[in-house]
């Protein structure tokens, strides 16, 4: 040990040795005042700082010749070649150059995050992935953003693999991506089983490679006038990378704790798999599992001396999966294991003083492997385990091949008379394939498979945009108008899997498919045994959709600077589809400064979102157990002529009021932002709960419908506060952050019909609509930072989640007493807790910097429910922090 703490300190000694050259100096506005938390770092390496409350700094760098970079949010970035100098003062321009991307929320390129009449978050990606060794997007934006919510699921078929995320509380399919800019295509997953946002879509942003990303800017305000569909919620702008001349990258490698806690074992014994490591379904113990390596490489050029570039990512993960406490039901309980690669390009190349050729897009592909609940064996009544393949039951494994691919290009001109021009097309593809594994089709007896191609589907989607815009200056304090097109093209498939993966044999091991001639393969009670592979059950080619719309939006979006302390904004959008008609959408929005340091903002808009191609055509054939029998079940398609039997007419648009107020404080290094917000959603669309259909004669006995089902209204508070000490010559500071959401969301009107509420959309699934909205999530960030160290804590605070479990489903009400009944013994309330995130980061060259931490430290777990009915068949279900527990990592990062 000792000689471990000797090595650490000459480690030290060295490279605080290896300063060989300081550089000072200040960096100030174009009226010449200070700019504070200006970045400035030597290209090409980690060295780095930032500016003082006077707007000075002092860095060491390699050499005399380094190349110094200067950067700051609202202002363009200058790089500065030495050339020797000891003093360096630099005066930046505010606003963007041509080739810079928007800030999100406005169509201005003199507007700055800061200077918005929105609540917008700016958010350093690589920072963070670099100090908290989160590997994955969503985790990263879980623990950055206060209402930005997302939790690794388990027991939830397709959503084991792409993790539904939702802003404000609201719907995945709510917040709208966007790529520099530019519409980002949504997953093909619609979200049906077990998991917050069901019947819902979205976009999967784990499928972009973290270490790809300059920075994420969060709109947190309805956005539907300015961007078209799904910006009900919000927008997620993010900025890929475009820094030249280097290689960064780094290694990245943890584990989770298995440990979840004492007294499980001694109370439910070999009743429970999966405790402190032992009992594992895979027959292992261990004391660490979810085994996490991630490696990313990041490399940029520049292309000629006019500011033009190719930024290329790469990157490799790999993470085991993790098993957590379950019953014999549910034995693999725990979050999916993914190997994955991904990259990206971005680029720019000018064409002359005024114009530029700029392209991005990549490719992600990940497989990825979960457990779906366990079957018993065929000895003990679980007739759907052919007993010659598994005579102690099994548990099937979903696993699934995910691609995604991307591509953008465009060409920006700025003409002599001021407009800016932007045409652009960009295009995207989600492809899903799932494959059963260790499984069986028990109507095939001994002569089923094991492993199944199940089949799957896909999402595709084509933009062609034009953007005009104009800054003129002489128009009272400036006046920005800008104006366009959108033309989208989207088509949705459903591709048929193997035929064993969903057929029904008889006993000659035909297909079935005249009962009243064939024979079925029957279970010892008389029942036909079940069909299709267990665990997911493949699509057949009755279930085979390929289909397609189109999409036609105008804009007209104007900023006008009344003064210089008073700003007006306002946005029109005509939208037409080729599937459901017309919308039209409006936004206000203002922005009052009283003082230099504190100003008032608000807005006030109309929204909407189209029902997606998934939840208009999707449909699948599944097995349900309920009451201990299996029920099989149609998820039918919204343009079935069954819905009419049921009330169901086709989906119509979600609309939406979205309202905000709120302010913003600077009093020297502390700033604060505070906005209230109030979001009415009209017609959302959902995923009903399960209806009678075997008097049908269409082969099930149960079915489920999208529907335009509930009017829901979010009222809450988004608040930011932060503080930034700097200490001596301003090489290092203290930062403080507080970030905050608090959140209410409460289902106004349920559109039943003729139907029982119960049966339509009962408490069951109200709660999981609810759960996606937790009143509140609070994070407080504590960091110290200097040239060659940095340390970070974060404590985050989670609400209380209460959920209705499996009993709803397996003996659901019909009347408001037998609900009542249930409320008292099927309600699973997760308690408030608190999770601690620690981070220790060491620059032990120029190049080199290692990083040592630990996620969820205190391996705090939402509070167990041990009744055996949660609905994902685990001790818990996967809200709040997740189900994984603690999470310890080591990274070393370097820069070339």
Same mark, same amino acid.
């Given at each position: 040990?000792?000689?471990?703490?000797?090595?650490?300190?000459?480690?030290?000694?060295?490279?605080?040795?290896?300063?060989?050259?300081?550089?000072?100096?200040?960096?100030?506005?174009?009226?010449?005042?200070?700019?504070?938390? @200006?970045?400035?770092?030597? $290209?090409?390496?980690?060295?780095?700082?930032?500016?003082?409350?006077?707007?000075?700094?002092?860095?060491?760098?390699? +050499?005399?010749?380094?190349?110094?970079?200067?950067?700051?949010?609202?202002?363009?970035?200058?790089?500065?070649?030495?050339?020797?100098?000891?003093?360096?003062?630099?005066?930046?321009?505010?606003?963007?150059?041509?080739?810079?991307?928007?800030?999100?929320?406005?169509?201005?390129?003199?507007?700055?995050?800061?200077?918005?009449?929105?609540?917008?978050?700016?958010?350093?990606?690589?920072?963070?992935?670099?100090?908290?060794?989160?590997?994955?997007?969503?985790?990263?934006?879980?623990?950055?953003?206060?209402?930005?919510?997302?939790? $690794?699921?388990?027991?939830?078929?397709?959503?084991?693999?792409?993790?539904?995320?939702?802003?404000?509380?609201?719907?995945?399919?709510?917040?709208?991506?966007?790529?520099?800019?530019?519409?980002?295509?949504?997953?093909?997953?619609?979200?049906?089983?077990?998991?917050?946002?069901?019947?819902? %879509?979205?976009?999967?942003?784990?499928?972009?490679?973290?270490?790809?990303?300059?920075?994420?800017?969060?709109?947190?305000?309805?956005?539907?006038?300015?961007?078209?569909?799904?910006?009900?919620?919000?927008?997620?702008?993010? @900025?890929? =990378?475009?820094?030249?001349?280097?290689?960064?990258?780094?290694?990245?490698? &943890?584990?989770?704790?298995?440990?979840?806690?004492?007294?499980?074992?001694?109370?439910?014994?070999? *009743?429970?798999?999966?405790?402190?490591?032992?009992?594992? #379904?895979?027959?292992?113990?261990?004391?660490?599992?979810?085994? %996490?390596? $991630?490696?990313?490489?990041?490399?940029?050029?520049?292309?000629?001396?006019?500011?033009?570039?190719?930024?290329?990512?790469?990157?490799?993960?790999?993470?085991?999966?993790?098993?957590?406490?379950?019953?014999?039901?549910?034995? &693999?309980?725990?979050?999916?294991?993914?190997?994955?690669?991904?990259?990206?390009?971005?680029?720019?190349?000018?064409?002359? /003083?005024?114009?530029?050729?700029?392209?991005?897009?990549?490719?992600?592909?990940?497989?990825?492997?979960?457990?779906?609940?366990?079957?018993?064996?065929?000895?003990?009544?679980?007739?759907?385990?052919?007993?010659?393949?598994?005579?102690?039951?099994?548990?099937?494994?979903?696993?699934?091949? #995910?691609?995604?691919?991307?591509?953008?290009?465009?060409?920006?001109? $700025?003409?002599?008379?001021?407009?800016?021009?932007?045409?652009? =097309?960009?295009?995207?593809?989600?492809?899903?394939?799932?494959?059963?594994?260790?499984?069986?089709?028990?109507?095939?007896?001994?002569?089923?498979?094991?492993?199944?191609?199940?089949?799957?589907?896909?999402?595709?989607?084509?933009?062609?945009?034009?953007?005009?815009?104009?800054?003129? /200056?002489?128009?009272?304090?400036?006046?920005?108008?800008?104006?366009?097109?959108?033309?989208?093209?989207?088509?949705?498939?459903?591709? !048929?899997?193997?035929?064993?993966?969903?057929?029904?044999?008889?006993?000659?091991?035909?297909?079935?498919?005249?009962?009243?001639?064939?024979?079925?393969?029957?279970?010892?009670?008389?029942?036909?045994?079940?069909?299709?592979?267990?665990?997911?059950?493949?699509?057949?080619?009755?279930?085979?959709?390929?289909?397609?719309?189109?999409?036609?939006?105008?804009?007209?979006?104007?900023?006008?600077?009344?003064?210089?302390?008073?700003?007006?904004?306002?946005?029109?959008?005509?939208?037409?589809?080729?599937?459901?008609?017309?919308?039209?959408?409006?936004?206000?929005?203002?922005?009052?400064?009283?003082?230099?340091?504190?100003?008032?903002?608000?807005?006030?808009? +109309?929204?909407?979102?189209?029902? !997606?191609?998934?939840?208009?055509?999707?449909?699948?054939?599944?097995?349900?157990?309920?009451?201990?029998?299996?029920?099989?079940?149609?998820?039918?398609? =919204?343009?079935?002529? #069954?819905?009419?039997?049921?009330?169901?007419?086709?989906?119509?648009?979600?609309?939406?009021?979205?309202?905000?107020?709120?302010?913003?404080?600077?009093?020297?290094?502390?700033?604060?932002?505070?906005?209230?917000?109030?979001?009415?959603?009209?017609?959302?669309?959902?995923?009903?709960?399960?209806?009678?259909?075997?008097?049908?004669? #269409?082969?099930?006995? *149960?079915?489920?419908?999208?529907?335009?089902?509930?009017?829901?209204?979010?009222?809450?508070?988004?608040?930011?506060?932060?503080?930034?000490?700097?200490?001596?010559?301003?090489?290092?500071?203290?930062?403080?952050?507080?970030?905050?959401?608090?959140?209410?969301?409460?289902?106004?009107?349920?559109?039943?019909?003729?139907?029982?509420?119960?049966?339509?959309?009962?408490?069951?699934?109200?709660?999981?609509?609810?759960?996606?909205?937790?009143?509140?999530?609070?994070?407080?960030?504590?960091?110290?930072?200097?040239?060659?160290?940095?340390?970070?804590?974060?404590?985050?605070?989670?609400?209380?989640?209460?959920?209705?479990?499996?009993?709803?489903?397996?003996?659901?009400?019909?009347?408001?007493?037998?609900?009542?009944?249930?409320?008292?013994? *099927?309600?699973?309330?997760? /308690?408030?807790?608190?999770?601690?995130?620690?981070?220790? +980061?060491?620059?032990?060259?120029?190049?080199?910097?290692?990083?040592?931490?630990?996620? =969820?430290?205190?391996?705090?777990?939402? %509070?167990?429910?041990?009744?055996?009915?949660?609905?994902?068949?685990?001790?818990?279900? +996967?809200?709040?922090?997740?189900?994984?527990?603690?999470?310890?990592? &080591?990274?070393?990062?370097?820069?070339?």
């Amino acid at each position: 040990m000792k000689k471990s703490v000797l090595l650490f300190v000459m480690l030290c000694s060295w490279a605080f040795a290896s300063a060989q050259h300081t550089v000072k100096g200040v960096v100030t506005d174009e009226a010449n005042e200070p700019l504070i938390g @200006v970045n400035v770092f030597e $290209k090409a390496t980690s060295t780095g700082t930032v500016t003082g409350l006077d707007g000075s700094y002092t860095i060491n760098v390699s +050499s005399g010749n380094a190349t110094l970079v200067f950067g700051y949010v609202g202002y363009s970035s200058q790089e500065v070649e030495l050339a020797g100098r000891t003093q360096l003062n630099i005066s930046l321009a505010e606003g963007v150059a041509l080739g810079e991307i928007l800030v999100v929320g406005s169509r201005s390129y003199n507007r700055s995050a800061t200077d918005s009449p929105v609540a917008i978050d700016i958010i350093d990606v690589s920072e963070i992935a670099s100090l908290t060794g989160k590997a994955e997007l969503n985790q990263i934006l879980q623990y950055s953003a206060p209402s930005f919510n997302a939790t $690794k699921q388990s027991g939830s078929d397709g959503a084991d693999h792409i993790d539904p995320a939702s802003l404000r509380g609201l719907g995945p399919d709510q917040t709208l991506v966007l790529i520099n800019g530019k519409r980002r295509h949504q997953s093909s997953l619609v979200n049906v089983f077990g998991t917050r946002g069901r019947g819902n %879509t979205g976009t999967d942003l784990n499928a972009i490679p973290a270490s790809a990303i300059k920075r994420i800017e969060i709109l947190r305000d309805g956005a539907s006038a300015q961007y078209g569909s799904d910006a009900i919620a919000g927008v997620i702008n993010i @900025v890929l =990378n475009d820094q030249t001349d280097g290689v960064t990258g780094g290694l990245t490698y &943890g584990a989770y704790s298995t440990a979840v806690g004492a007294g499980y074992e001694e109370e439910y014994g070999d *009743a429970l798999y999966n405790i402190e490591g032992t009992q594992r #379904i895979d027959g292992e113990d261990r004391s660490f599992d979810g085994n %996490t390596l $991630k490696l990313d490489l990041n490399y940029g050029v520049a292309i000629g001396e006019k500011g033009g570039f190719v930024n290329f990512t790469t990157e490799y993960l790999t993470k085991q999966r993790t098993l957590r406490p379950g019953f014999a039901w549910r034995q &693999g309980y725990g979050s999916a294991a993914v190997d994955g690669f991904s990259f990206m390009i971005n680029s720019a190349v000018p064409l002359g /003083e005024n114009t530029e050729l700029y392209a991005f897009g990549g490719r992600s592909f990940r497989d990825t492997d979960a457990y779906a609940f366990s079957r018993g064996s065929f000895a003990d009544g679980d007739y759907r385990t052919v007993p010659s393949l598994y005579p102690n039951g099994f548990t099937p494994r979903i696993t699934s091949n #995910i691609t995604d691919v991307s591509a953008s290009a465009g060409i920006r001109h $700025k003409m002599e008379n001021g407009w800016v021009i932007d045409f652009n =097309n960009t295009y995207g593809r989600n492809y899903f394939h799932y494959y059963t594994k260790g499984s069986n089709n028990a109507s095939l007896g001994a002569a089923s498979p094991t492993d199944f191609d199940a089949g799957g589907h896909s999402l595709s989607q084509n933009t062609t945009g034009l953007d005009l815009s104009k800054y003129c /200056e002489d128009v009272a304090s400036g006046l920005n108008i800008a104006f366009g097109l959108e033309y989208r093209t989207e088509n949705f498939t459903i591709f !048929s899997g193997q035929e064993s993966s969903y057929a029904i044999y008889d006993t000659l091991g035909v297909v079935l498919t005249n009962p009243a001639v064939q024979v079925p393969a029957m279970d010892p009670d008389g029942e036909p045994l079940p069909g299709g592979s267990q665990g997911f059950p493949g699509y057949s080619p009755a279930n085979v959709v390929d289909r397609g719309r189109t999409n036609l939006g105008v804009y007209l979006d104007a900023e006008l600077n009344v003064t210089d302390n008073w700003l007006v904004g306002g946005a029109v959008r005509y939208e037409t589809y080729s599937d459901f008609g017309e919308t039209f959408n409006y936004k206000l929005a203002s922005r009052y400064k009283i003082g230099d340091n504190f100003t008032v903002r608000g807005s006030f808009s +109309s929204g909407f979102r189209a029902p !997606s191609l998934a939840q208009i055509h999707y449909n699948l054939v599944f097995n349900n157990i309920v009451a201990g029998r299996s029920v099989r079940t149609l998820l039918i398609p =919204n343009t079935s002529p #069954i819905n009419k039997l049921y009330g169901f007419g086709p989906l119509k648009e979600e609309t939406a009021i979205n309202g905000s107020l709120g302010f913003t404080l600077k009093a020297g290094n502390f700033t604060a932002t505070i906005d209230a917000y109030s979001i009415s959603v009209a017609d959302r669309i959902i995923l009903t709960d399960n209806f009678d259909a075997s008097a049908l004669g #269409i082969g099930v006995d *149960a079915a489920q419908f999208f529907a335009n089902g509930v009017d829901t209204k979010t009222q809450g508070l988004d608040v930011v506060l932060t503080y930034k000490a700097y200490l001596g010559t301003g090489n290092s500071n203290i930062n403080v952050g507080l970030a905050g959401n608090l959140n209410s969301l409460e289902i106004e009107k349920i559109h039943n019909g003729d139907n029982n509420v119960f049966t339509f959309f009962g408490p069951f699934s109200q709660a999981y609509l609810e759960a996606a909205a937790p009143k509140y999530k609070v994070g407080l960030n504590l960091g110290y930072s200097s040239q060659r160290f940095n340390f970070l804590a974060t404590l985050t605070q989670f609400s209380e989640v209460i959920l209705q479990d499996f009993q709803w489903v397996d003996t659901p009400p019909v009347t408001q007493a037998e609900a009542d009944a249930l409320l008292l013994v *099927a309600t699973d309330t997760y /308690e408030a807790a608190m999770t601690l995130d620690l981070s220790l +980061s060491l620059l032990i060259t120029n190049s080199i910097r290692l990083t040592i931490g630990a996620n =969820n430290l205190l391996n705090t777990y939402p %509070t167990p429910q041990f009744d055996g009915w949660t609905d994902q068949g685990g001790f818990n279900d +996967s809200v709040q922090m997740g189900s994984d527990g603690a999470y310890y990592f &080591g990274r070393i990062g370097f820069q070339f």
